[in-house]
């Protein structure tokens, strides 16, 4: 695909709204409107080894206006400008949970969604964890809870933990790390 051109029709605190004409591969000609975003991170917090039977995670409850409900979901966040994907995974586990990693390992990233957004989540499995304060900002309306792994995949079967970045990183490391 070629950008022609593209013109900004709203620059907002967190996201920027584009309205793009391209050329597509095919060679016709269109406009896409594009949700710029600066990406974000978001962490799997696991309080005991991964590597245990039924190991402790931490997962957030936290308030989604788009959504008029609460939503579980792994701590996450925007990258602030320059910032590098693992370290905004550090600062937001601690914002949102108090905790600091001693140790916080990439999984993979995610696109959230490419046909109008460029956002891209960052996600990564946190351990050695020391508990701490946490520092919310004024929008986040959350309760941290510590559920067992057992719990959080039984969560997903039954429709409770609909949150992609959340959904992804769980069953990530279900399928790759911890083999069920």
């Known amino acids: 695909m070629t950008l022609i051109s593209t013109s900004r029709v709203y620059t907002g605190r967190i996201i920027s709204l584009d309205v793009d004409t391209v050329e597509f591969p095919n ?88 046909g109008f957004t460029d956002e891209v989540i960052h996600l990564f499995l946190a351990t050695d964890l020391t508990a701490g304060a946490d520092a919310l900002e004024a929008d986040e309306v959350l309760a941290v809870h510590t559920l067992r792994w057992s719990a959080a995949l039984e969560m997903i079967r039954a429709g409770t933990i609909t949150d992609t970045k959340s959904l992804n990183a769980i069953l990530y490391v279900a399928a790759f790390l911890r083999e069920g």
């Open 27 to 114: 060679g016709t000609v269109g406009e896409l409107e594009m949700i710029r975003h600066p990406g974000a991170s978001a962490v799997l917090p696991f309080l005991d080894p991964p590597s245990d039977p039924d190991p402790r995670v931490l997962l957030i409850k936290q308030y989604r206006h788009a959504t008029g409900d609460y939503l579980w979901e792994i701590p996450a966040g925007r990258r602030d400008a320059d910032e590098s994907p693992e370290t905004t995974a550090h600062r937001e586990l601690r914002e949102e949970t108090g905790y600091r990693a001693g140790e916080m390992r990439p999984l993979t990233s995610i696109w959230t969604t490419p």
